[in-house]
């Protein structure tokens, strides 16, 4: 029962008592109609408590993944394998062509969440954060924040938007 129909039956019952019509039954069906009313709003306010102390309990919990495993994945110095600029690939020969050159990219990441990049002959520095179980986000003061992922493969990617430089562990 809705709690406008206990209310109109309970008031309709309090009517038929105040004019003298079957009196007990009145007041036995208004008793009926309040005490469903308790036991209804006592289980919603309990179903609501039940559901709010789930949702903390959910988001007190931190990530579903062991970051310091995480980031022990990306530890390490990573070389350049593959570049995708604009979604084309540039040739492997070209990439060949630079490191002979000693034009490289390379990427060291250290256990402190800081890390170093040789970017053609540039030194980028910053720090990174893991963001997923198998992500970070560099940042880089002078440089587009880049975001990384580990590959099927194992590869690491680093994807600032525009371009992507595929990497491989040493």
Do not use: H
């Amino acid at each position: 029962m809705k709690l406008k129909q206990i209310i109109e039956t309970a008031s309709g019952t309090e009517f038929a008592a105040r004019s003298g019509s079957n009196a007990a039954t009145a007041l036995g069906n208004a008793a009926t109609a309040v005490s469903n009313a308790k036991r209804t709003l006592t289980w919603a306010l309990a179903c609501c408590l039940l559901a709010c102390s789930l949702v903390l309990a959910g988001c007190s919990s931190g990530p579903s993944y062991d970051e310091e495993q995480v980031k022990s994945t990306f530890v390490g110095t990573w070389t350049i394998s593959k570049v995708y600029e604009g979604g084309t690939e540039v040739a492997a020969d070209d990439i060949a062509y630079m490191k002979k050159l000693k034009v490289d990219v390379t990427a060291t990441f250290n256990d402190d969440y800081t890390f170093s990049m040789d970017l053609y002959g540039d030194t980028l520095e910053g720090t990174y954060e893991v963001t997923d179980e198998n992500e970070i986000l560099t940042n880089i003061s002078s440089y587009d924040n880049m975001n990384g992922y580990l590959d099927d493969d194992g590869s690491l990617v680093l994807d600032d938007g525009s371009s992507q430089i595929i990497m491989t562990k040493e």
